[in-house]
């Protein structure tokens, strides 16, 4: 089956402890992308990745680092994670033409205590 | 500030009854996506308009792209309650993607 799986899907951690949250695909996408969800706000995008070794930011990347050393995963690091990173995180990926639609994880919970 | 405007924010109607969701923005894209998610889980697409002016029905959703690539609509004839949830439209430029605050639509029996 066709998808994008995020881990752990609910996380709760402490102020300034280094985590990483992971994302893999089975579709042989190039793109790939993270996003975080807050009521009111919607789906704001943190960093995007349009192959391997190449990354950029998004529209809110500050506190985020990411990486892609191959293609099929996509982590998201939070070095030292602040209360303002609780979020609903959700990881997606698309193929080569920008006008197919985005296949999306199911979403990682993350509570910063 | 959103890139894109959804409205209404919130939408609450008796099944049978139709529906119209808006998005807005002031800004050209190559491609308006509309999202449909439930509570828990991800957001998963209904459908992608490309050119402008283009009109995409699956069955009782009915989508629009406006003539400047700038909005969308979404109508939904007859909703029923499994129409239900969080509806997002996403204007797609480059490799970005940027999505609207979202539209909860409930459809009560």
């Given at each position: ?83 303002n990173q ?28 | ?40 889980e991800g ?37 029923q309650p ?28």
């Open positions: 089956e066709a998808q994008v799986t995020q881990n752990p899907r609910y996380l709760i951690t402490v102020t300034g402890k280094k985590l990483t949250v992971t994302c893999s695909q089975n579709m042989n996408h190039e793109y790939m992308s993270w996003y975080r969800q807050d009521p009111g706000l919607g789906l704001r995008q943190i960093y995007y990745s349009m192959n391997v070794e190449v990354t950029d930011k998004g529209d809110v990347p500050e506190g985020y680092k990411v990486s892609r050393k191959e293609k099929r995963n996509f982590p998201l690091i939070l070095e030292s994670p602040s209360p609780t979020s609903l995180y959700f990881c997606a990926s698309r193929g080569d033409e920008g006008r197919y639609g985005y296949t999306f994880g199911s979403g990682t919970r993350l509570t910063v205590v | 500030t959103q890139l894109l405007e959804q409205s209404p924010q919130f939408l609450s109607i008796q099944e049978g009854e139709n529906l119209t969701v808006y998005c807005n923005s002031s800004s050209v894209f190559s491609s308006l996506q509309w999202y449909r998610q439930e509570p828990g957001p998963v697409l209904l459908v992608t308009v490309v050119t402008g002016g283009e009109v995409k029905k699956l069955k009782r959703l009915t989508f629009q792209f406006g003539d400047a690539r700038k909005d969308s609509s979404l109508h939904i004839t007859a909703a499994g129409d239900t949830g969080l509806y997002l439209c996403a204007g797609a430029r480059d490799y970005k993607l940027s999505f609207g605050a979202g539209t909860t639509v409930t459809v009560r029996a």
